[in-house]
């Protein structure tokens, strides 16, 4: 493990050198650690910085997403990193190992901040008059980077299980000897870390009133006391799934997981609703480009890209469009998986469905908001003409990159990008990482595992299952149908799956919860295609199913093989 250059690791703006004492300030510029302590600014510049190292994926395996190594989408161009994860070329010598060292060099910046940048005073500016607002600030920082911290290793664990783990700085000699520590230790690690900080985090940094500093705008964008219980909510549900989880269901064990879980979410939700959060009514508003305002009633964090860019739309708008690619194309098993508005059940359920038949009409309205489908006008809202994704059509196959799927991907893709002026358009983009819509679904999941059925309830826990995974389908321009009651646990399990897909498609979360459920051979194992014909005025359709590679290993990552040899005491995932 490269613990040595992930103590002190070049991030963005500071950069540590072999001397523990000496760092850069920018790229450039040599300051010693007395330096950066001499002002609240600077101070704030190390936080600022380790903020940067949060996951996002706007396109991080050269244009393709992590979707595109499920069945949420099929990435238009073959060659591209994404299929290592299906073709049979992942292996610890080729581990897609980025997330490794990007978060352990953000714990290595966050325990030396927690060491070396605590407890100052800053006495030479006491005069000043903001001086009691930088402060309350400034001794907030310490409980943001002990969350940071803590949600950098929750994304190690849900990738890698067992992990090294420090919540210091490590001397030389401690470098390559860490062995891994148990997934389920690190898990309750994060959860008593964030019991210990919920209360002492600043709540809400929009509510500070006197506190924000003069000629400064309240603060956006950072951890509060939402955020730490979301992310203590997110990992007991993990901490609770079977992949971490060897007890045997019913067992005493397995309930003592799912109520931890349960109780968690269900904090976080309160929290959020006595704070006046709610579902917003637009689905799309979630990633608008002006997310971080107009959906501020259900995003709790985000990671908002530092500048205006256009490449995620280069990537994703239709081929044949000018300096467009196609991108991740979302798959026909997603778009199956849409409901339709009346009876709320799938167009496979249906007695009469025909498997290459689409089936647009009367869908769940988030399929249209996400997905962009033959003959749809105004996509981009820019483009006058129709889309043509049939075959030979002026957006398809077999144009280089053109849908083998028959869809296109509209969710992330900010629709006013405008890629055909002379100097393209760019917009802002902000990444989900929370927000009330999935915790909704969270708590569901736990309380539908802890009691046993989606319709029972208790003094503790008075809303069942079965209202809180209704809450997504009933926003108010979704409008989607209440789950049924009655189901069995196996029809309700199935559709709860199918929600989820649905309200969290291409928000990073299919990859990790398929194998969190362990049910990788069920899901990961092929997607379909529909392929469309012309004919005259009318079209036909002929679903392809197309096979890829699963083996149970796939559930973790590999350890990566440059890591091992530095350290002979990590052992490496099983099957690898």
């Not at 067992?162 to 389920?184: I, M, Y």
């Not at 979301?230 to 397995?254: C, V």
């Not at 399990?493 to 990788?520: I, P, S, T």
């Not at 359709?541 to 990552?557: G, I, P, S």
Request: a negative charge.
């Amino acid at each position: 493990m490269k613990l040595n250059n992930l103590i002190y690791g070049v991030l963005t703006i500071f950069a540590f050198s072999s001397c523990a004492d000496q760092m850069e300030y920018s790229e450039y510029n040599p300051y010693d650690a007395g330096y950066v302590k001499r002002t609240f600014y600077d101070v704030g510049g190390w936080v600022s910085n380790i903020y940067q190292s949060l996951d996002s994926d706007f396109g991080n395996y050269s244009g393709a997403i992590l979707g595109s190594a499920t069945d949420e989408s099929q990435y238009s161009y073959t060659g591209n990193a994404i299929e290592t994860f299906y073709n049979g070329a992942w292996s610890p010598v080729n581990a897609q190992s980025s997330m490794w060292t990007s978060c352990y060099k953000a714990i290595a910046n966050c325990n030396n901040y927690l060491e070396e940048f605590t407890g100052l005073t800053f006495s030479e500016y006491e005069q000043i008059s903001d001086y009691e607002a930088e402060m309350y600030r400034y001794n907030n920082y310490q409980y943001e980077v002990r969350f940071l911290r803590a949600y950098f290793y929750f994304n190690l664990v849900r990738q890698y299980g067992d992990v090294p783990f420090t919540d210091h700085v490590l001397s030389t000699t401690e470098v390559n000897t860490l062995t891994r520590k148990p997934a389920q230790e690190v898990f309750d690690w994060i959860i008593k870390e964030c019991d210990e900080i919920k209360d002492l985090i600043i709540p809400d940094y929009n509510n500070l009133g006197a506190l924000v500093p003069s000629g400064e705008s309240a603060e956006t964008g950072r951890a509060n006391k939402r955020t730490v219980l979301a992310l203590k909510a997110h990992t007991a549900l993990y901490a609770a799934s079977p992949l971490f989880n060897s007890h045997q269901e019913g067992s005493q064990g397995y309930k003592e997981l799912w109520y931890r879980a349960a109780k968690a979410n269900k904090e976080l939700i309160e929290t959020c609703e006595d704070a006046g959060m709610r579902l917003i009514d637009d689905y799309e508003n979630l990633w608008d480009a002006k997310s971080y305002s107009i959906a501020i009633d259900e995003l709790i964090f985000g990671c908002r890209a530092i500048r205006a860019t256009n490449s995620f739309e280069k990537y994703n708008f239709p081929v044949g469009l000018e300096n467009c690619r196609g991108g991740n194309c979302p798959t026909q098993t997603l778009v199956d998986a849409y409901e339709l508005k009346d009876g709320g059940e799938r167009p496979d359920k249906k007695a009469d469905y025909d498997k290459n038949k689409p089936y647009y009409e009367g869908r769940d309205p988030r399929f249209e908001k996400t997905i962009a489908k033959n003959g749809d006008t105004k996509w981009p809202n820019w483009n006058e003409t129709a889309l043509e994704t049939y075959q030979g059509g002026a957006n398809a196959e077999p144009l280089s990159g053109g849908t083998p799927t028959g869809y296109y991907l509209k969710k992330y893709c900010q629709t006013s990008i405008n890629t055909t002026t002379a100097k393209p358009t760019t917009d802002n983009h902000t990444w989900i990482i929370y927000r009330l819509g999935e915790f909704y679904l969270n708590y569901a999941e736990a309380l539908f595992k802890y009691l046993g059925t989606a319709y029972a309830t208790n003094n503790e826990f008075p809303i069942p299952a079965n209202e809180m995974v209704s809450k997504t389908r009933r926003r108010t321009k979704v409008n989607m149908p209440k789950f049924p009651a009655g189901l069995d646990n196996k029809l309700w399990w199935e559709k709860y799956q199918n929600e989820r897909m649905v309200e969290l498609a291409f928000e990073g979360h299919r990859f990790w919860d398929v194998r969190r459920w362990k049910e990788g051979d069920k899901h990961f194992s092929s997607i379909d295609e529909m392929k469309i014909y012309k004919s005259g005025d009318s079209y036909s359709y002929r679903r392809v199913t197309v096979n890829r590679q699963w083996d149970d290993k796939m559930y973790f990552f590999p350890i990566p093989q440059s890591e091992k040899a530095k350290n002979p005491n990590l052992t490496q995932n099983p099957g690898w």
